[in-house]
């Protein structure tokens, strides 16, 4: 449904995309995952057709990005990572604003706002202003004011930054309806657990550029049982290694950058014996870090960042 080949976006001097590659199939949910300042945004935008590019060939649905961008903008909607609703105005008179921009009027528009207002369970409140809304209904609108046209792929960028737990589940259970439509959904987030549970494949990117891409669970599978990550004193790391090479659950132990570098088929069982084998040698351990196997530490792993909160 999208294939990016060799995206280069730039602003002055600052790359912000940098010769990106990228396919999404038709029907997934594919999530970006980035710090601040990775480039998802600015990649999301371009492939809404609202940014230009420098470089690079993109095609959408079959249509490329620069000469036939006419013919993709109705197909594409956009939730913006910042809310873009008229305070004062309605639900349903926000909502009805954005289908005209996409060309709808009379009995259509009123059956698409009125369907758009459904599937985000606001129905009830089309009258009341905007302004008058919590967060989380805000962030509900805001998704529907990029549905109203029905679009067959939606960018949506971090759709749940600043929601509670409960709209959350709520903006989950639309997008998997969303999905279940048919719709190509490209989803940004620095939610980890959001993108385990929502995405059928993620791309990790950082600095403009994709890292990994796989399913989460292949990302996963990186990480192997986890690692840990243990700073001893150079001598005794050198004397211990054979010994911790033989623990039980150590599949490799190396020395990278003065840090004991253990990869383990279970970085939690692993442990408690590492900690067993220095308090029996009497090496003092001078600090420790498991990366157990999720998204969050395969993401640790690759950028050596953590992302936000
Ligand atoms: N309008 C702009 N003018 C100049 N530089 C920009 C502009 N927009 C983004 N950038 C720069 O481009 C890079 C990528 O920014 P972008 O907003 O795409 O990142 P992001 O992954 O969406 O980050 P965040 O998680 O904070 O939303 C950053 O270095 C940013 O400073
Ligand atoms: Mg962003």
């Known amino acids: 449904?999208?294939?990016?080949?060799?995206?280069?976006?730039?602003?002055g001097s600052?790359?912000?995309?940098?010769?990106?590659?990228?396919?999404?199939?038709?029907?997934?949910?594919?999530?970006?995952?980035?710090?601040?300042?990775?480039?998802?945004t600015t990649t999301i935008s371009i492939l809404a057709t609202l940014l230009?590019?420098?470089?690079?060939?993109?095609?959408?649905?079959?249509?490329d990005l620069v000469r036939e961008a006419g013919k993709i903008k109705p197909l594409v909607g956009f939730v913006p990572q910042e809310l873009a609703l008229y305070p004062t105005l309605g639900a349903w008179d926000n909502l009805a604003f954005f289908g005209r921009i996409?060309?709808?009027?009379?009995?259509l528009l009123k059956a698409r706002?009125?369907?758009?207002?459904?599937l985000v369970g606001l129905s009830d409140?089309?009258?009341?202003?905007?302004?008058?809304?919590?967060?989380?209904?805000?962030?509900?609108?805001?998704?529907?004011?990029?549905?109203?046209?029905?679009?067959?792929?939606l960018f949506l960028d971090e759709p749940t930054v600043g929601v509670d737990p409960q709209s959350r589940n709520f903006i989950f259970e639309h997008i998997e309806q969303l999905k279940a439509t048919g719709m190509t959904i490209i989803y940004t987030t620095h939610y980890m657990e959001e993108a385990e549970r929502l995405c059928d494949r993620v791309a990790i990117m950082d600095a403009g550029r994709i890292l990994a891409l796989d399913t989460p669970q292949g990302l996963i599978a990186l990480l192997?049982?986890?690692?840990?990550?243990?700073?001893?004193?150079?001598?005794?790391?050198?004397?211990?290694?054979?010994?911790?090479?033989?623990?039980?659950?150590?599949?490799?132990?190396?020395?990278?950058?003065n840090r004991l570098k253990i990869e383990t088929q279970a970085a939690r069982f692993a442990?408690?014996?590492?900690?067993?084998?220095?308090?029996?040698?009497?090496?003092?351990?001078?600090?420790l870090e498991m990366l157990e196997p999720n998204l969050e530490s395969v993401f640790l792993y690759l950028t050596g960042k953590r992302l936000r909160d």
């Open 125 to 153: 409140r089309a009258k009341d202003a905007v302004r008058t809304f919590s967060g989380g209904m805000k962030r509900r609108l805001n998704i529907a004011a990029g549905l109203v046209h029905q679009p067959r792929i």
């Open 14 to 40: 600052r790359i912000a995309v940098n010769h990106l590659h990228l396919n999404v199939r038709e029907g997934e949910i594919f999530g970006l995952l980035g710090p601040n300042g990775a480039g998802k």
């Open 102 to 107: 996409y060309g709808l009027h009379g009995a």
């Open 113 to 118: 706002v009125s369907a758009a207002l459904e």
């Open 224 to 257: 192997g049982g986890g690692v840990i990550y243990a700073s001893l004193s150079a001598a005794a790391v050198e004397e211990l290694l054979p010994e911790i090479r033989a623990l039980p659950h150590v599949q490799a132990a190396s020395i990278q950058d």
């Open 271 to 287: 442990l408690p014996k590492l900690i067993e084998l220095c308090n029996m040698r009497d090496v003092p351990i001078l600090s």
């Open 52 to 63: 230009p590019f420098d470089e690079g060939q993109v095609t959408i649905a079959g249509y």
């Open 1 to 11: 449904m999208i294939a990016v080949n060799g995206l280069c976006k730039k602003y």
